[in-house]
């Protein structure tokens, strides 16, 4: 419960699954979703492992990776909105390579957010033992991905489903502008926290 109420918390990974569905159709947004859920696997089997207690003791790594995601929000909210400036036919001219570059975004997306580690050290230090069985270690980190990316494939099938994607769609541009205008807002909140 505590994982889906983790991945239902608005912020720039579901911008970034909207975006996905909305220029590249439903595949390109179930893999960002695979992407994503990957992503969150490796951070949850990472804590178990006992690497966050590594970069946790390590702040400087852990500053490090926050800067590089503040990076890539920034990135991806520039270029949305400069490419809210053009037509959309250059979009859709994109749009083969779309699949494969959704996956990457919501993979990236995911393992460039540290505080994803954070999260799962405040929640599985509640449940691993030193004692407990590595097949039970495993069940926690499959089950916090396969979660994640079940909760996206959700809003992936609402988006295509509804008249939401049409919406989005039929107002590109705006769309654009106004998810790349969040993930630069995401990207300043998460810098502040990061100095």
Known sequence: MVCLLGAMSPG??????????????????M?????????????ASCVIVGLGLVL???????????????????????????SSYRSSKVELREERHRSLRGFVEGFA?????????????????????????????????????????????????FLVRGSVVFWLKRHWNLANRIIGIFLICSAAFLSYGTI
Request: charged share 5%; net charge positive.
């Open 12 to 29: 720039p990974s579901l911008a970034i699954i909207i975006k996905n569905t909305t220029l590249g159709r439903q595949k390109s947004g």
């Open 31 to 43: 893999l960002a979703a695979l992407g994503h859920g990957i992503g969150v696997a490796i951070y």
């Open 56 to 82: 946790n003791s390590y702040p400087h790594l852990f500053s490090i990776i926050s800067w590089v995601g503040v990076v890539f929000l920034v990135w991806i909210g520039v270029n949305l909105v400069r």
């Open 109 to 157: 997306i995911a393992i460039l957010n540290p505080k994803i580690m954070a999260f799962f050290l405040a929640i599985f230090s509640q449940f691993i033992g030193p004692q407990q069985p590595w097949s039970e270690k495993c069940i926690l980190a499959l089950t916090a991905g396969t979660i994640d990316a079940g909760w996206y494939s959700f809003v992936v099938l």
